[in-house]
């Protein structure tokens, strides 16, 4: 079992930029693909980014692509997603999300991820 916690949302103008953390537990970080998943208000959760177990590849949505980023460091059990450029559509519950295993594929798709975190709130304001 993998456990995952999100902090770092908060409120923000539009405009300005926030970083979100996620820190895990309970099995080899470095096994795990890790992502961030979103969910605005009365919309469906959806894929924001997505970064491979070893760190060296990186995808992203493309509403996103170019104003946020994803790391991880695999020594701190811990993913990044630093968020510049926010617009008010970028206000939602993101959530931490993991899969086992070494996998190899970029995956988009919420319904293939093992693991979610409770998420934490970004608020952008106009």
């Known amino acids: 079992q993998v456990q995952l916690v999100e902090s770092g949302g908060g409120l923000v103008q539009a405009g300005g930029s926030l970083r979100l953390s996620c820190i895990t537990s309970g099995r080899t970080f470095s096994s795990l693909g890790m992502g961030w998943f979103r969910q605005a208000p009365g919309k469906e959760r959806e894929f924001v980014a997505g970064?491979?177990?070893?760190?060296?590849?990186?995808y992203y949505a493309d509403s996103v692509k170019g104003r946020f980023a994803i790391s991880r460091d695999n020594a701190k059990n811990t993913v990044l997603l630093q968020m510049d450029s926010l617009k008010p559509e970028d206000t939602a519950l993101y959530y931490c999300?993991?899969?086992?295993?070494?996998?190899?594929?970029?995956?988009?798709?919420?319904?293939?991820?093992?693991?979610w975190g409770k998420g934490t709130l970004v608020t952008v304001s106009s």
């Open positions: 970064i491979s177990w070893s760190g060296g590849r990186t």
């Open positions: 999300v993991a899969r086992n295993g070494y996998p190899t594929n970029d995956e988009r798709s919420a319904d293939r991820m093992d693991y």
